[in-house]
């Protein structure tokens, strides 16, 4: 056999699984957001009933004239998983787990695509490199929000479900059992069915616009993610797995996330609050919690609700039990992120 047809039959299986770089951008996005996903399903769950359960103050008893909140069910972490275990099992903590699973790879696959394009053009048209990623990541979290808003208000309202039937806390007249039943799902093909049929299509838009309000966490959380990685020399470092490599872009990727959730976590209960309930199309009586005549309340109604009923802590509604669920997500996206690609780079 000739030289030459030795390294023709030998870069023939590389050549058979040849990659663009756009797709390893994507691959490798959409394979972190599902690791990510997954590995910390049972902290969402948890942060998602924290940060829902004043919604329904209302049906709790009302805070006295010294501004004392209602008595709620979860209280912190550890409370809220082993509640969670101990009426629903194993099972209750991952609950909203599929849409999850379908959410989170479209989400980075169409996040970490978006971003790695932008960086390059909007660098050759504004001679600021934070600000180049700043625009980059608002591009890329804009794009990612819109197209996949539906997805997360459905994981939401399937974590806020209990089994058998019930709902996390009755948002609906419980004389009226048909009414709540519209709003119980057995899978999240059922919830988009009946979402559709009792509240429309604008439903799965439900809190969009705090998610777009949102966008200034991942301006914030990128940028100095890439700032703290050339502070840290990670470029510098060697690419295998282990190693110091891998340590600082944990720190880098869990530094930069505490950083922005600090700032721009009031969005997410917004959001989550939103997400709840939409618009009845069959009885006005319905909707109770958010508004009159089967309206639901607005972003500035929502936020006004909150102030009212649970001061400023309301914003914060499982903020450290959020920390604890993004810190890891972020280390386990970002750094899954940087070594798929650095894997798949081989095929370009």
Same mark, same amino acid.
């Given at each position: 056999?000739?030289?030459?047809?030795?390294?023709?039959?030998?870069?023939?299986?590389?050549?058979a699984?040849?990659?663009?770089?756009?797709?390893?951008?994507?691959?490798?996005?959409?394979?972190a957001?599902?690791?990510?996903?997954?590995?910390?399903?049972?902290?969402?769950?948890?942060?998602t009933?924290l940060?829902?359960q004043?919604a329904?103050?209302?049906?709790?008893?009302?805070?006295?004239?010294?501004?004392t909140?209602?008595?709620?069910?979860?209280?912190?972490?550890?409370?809220t998983?082993?509640?969670?275990?101990?009426?629903?099992?194993?099972?209750?903590?991952y609950?909203?787990?599929?849409?999850?699973?379908?959410?989170y790879?479209?989400?980075?696959m169409i996040?970490?695509?978006?971003?790695?394009?932008?960086?390059?053009?909007i660098?050759?048209?504004?001679?600021?490199?934070?600000?180049?990623? /700043?625009?980059?990541?608002i591009?890329?979290?804009?794009a990612? +929000?819109?197209? *996949?808003? %539906?997805?997360? &208000?459905?994981?939401t =309202?399937?974590?806020?479900?209990?089994?058998?039937?019930?709902?996390?806390?009755?948002?609906?007249?419980?004389?009226?059992?048909s009414?709540?039943?519209?709003?119980?799902?057995?899978?999240?093909?059922?919830?988009?069915?009946?979402?559709?049929k009792?509240?429309?299509?604008?439903?799965?838009?439900s809190?969009?616009?705090?998610?777009l309000?949102?966008?200034?966490?991942?301006?914030?959380?990128?940028?100095?993610?890439?700032?703290?990685?050339?502070?840290?020399?990670?470029?510098q470092e060697?690419?295998?797995?282990?190693?110091s490599?891998?340590?600082?872009? /944990?720190a880098?990727?869990?530094?930069s996330?505490?950083?922005? +959730?600090?700032? *721009?976590? %009031?969005?997410? &209960?917004l959001?989550? =609050?939103?997400?709840?309930?939409?618009?009845?199309?069959?009885?006005?009586?319905?909707?109770?919690?958010?508004?009159?005549g089967?309206?639901?309340?607005g972003?500035?109604?929502?936020?006004?609700?909150?102030?009212?009923?649970?001061?400023?802590?309301?914003?914060?509604?499982?903020?450290?039990?959020?920390?604890?669920r993004?810190?890891?997500?972020?280390?386990?996206?970002?750094?899954?992120?940087?070594?798929?690609?650095?894997?798949?780079?081989?095929?370009?």
């Amino acid at each position: 056999m000739s030289e030459k047809d030795f390294h023709q039959e030998y870069t023939a299986p590389k050549s058979a699984l040849r990659l663009t770089p756009a797709k390893v951008t994507a691959l490798s996005g959409a394979l972190a957001g599902f690791l990510s996903g997954v590995a910390v399903c049972p902290l969402d769950v948890a942060k998602t009933r924290l940060q829902a359960q004043g919604a329904f103050a209302s049906l709790l008893r009302s805070a006295d004239a010294r501004g004392t909140p209602p008595p709620f069910k979860y209280k912190g972490l550890v409370q809220t998983i082993s509640l969670i275990l101990k009426e629903e099992g194993i099972r209750g903590l991952y609950r909203g787990l599929v849409p999850i699973v379908f959410g989170y790879l479209p989400t980075w696959m169409i996040y970490f695509t978006v971003y790695e394009k932008c960086k390059p053009v909007i660098s050759r048209n504004l001679d600021h490199e934070f600000g180049s990623y /700043v625009l980059s990541a608002i591009c890329a979290g804009a794009a990612s +929000s819109i197209l *996949t808003n %539906p997805i997360w &208000v459905v994981k939401t =309202r399937l974590m806020l479900q209990t089994g058998s039937g019930s709902l996390m806390n009755p948002t609906f007249d419980p004389k009226i059992k048909s009414r709540a039943s519209h709003y119980y799902y057995k899978g999240t093909i059922d919830a988009f069915r009946k979402m559709y049929k009792y509240e429309g299509l604008t439903v799965f838009y439900s809190g969009l616009v705090p998610s777009l309000f949102g966008l200034m966490h991942v301006g914030l959380q990128f940028p100095v993610y890439e700032k703290l990685k050339k502070f840290l020399r990670v470029d510098q470092e060697d690419s295998d797995v282990t190693g110091s490599r891998l340590w600082k872009l /944990v720190a880098a990727s869990s530094l930069s996330k505490m950083f922005a +959730s600090s700032i *721009t976590y %009031p969005h997410e &209960v917004l959001r989550t =609050r939103m997400q709840l309930s939409g618009n009845t199309k069959e009885d006005p009586k319905d909707v109770k919690v958010y508004g009159k005549g089967g309206k639901k309340l607005g972003l500035f109604a929502t936020m006004k609700n909150i102030y009212v009923k649970e001061l400023m802590r309301g914003f914060y509604s499982g903020f450290v039990v959020n920390l604890m669920r993004t810190v890891p997500a972020s280390a386990v996206t970002l750094v899954s992120f940087e070594y798929f690609k650095a894997h798949f780079t081989q095929y370009v």
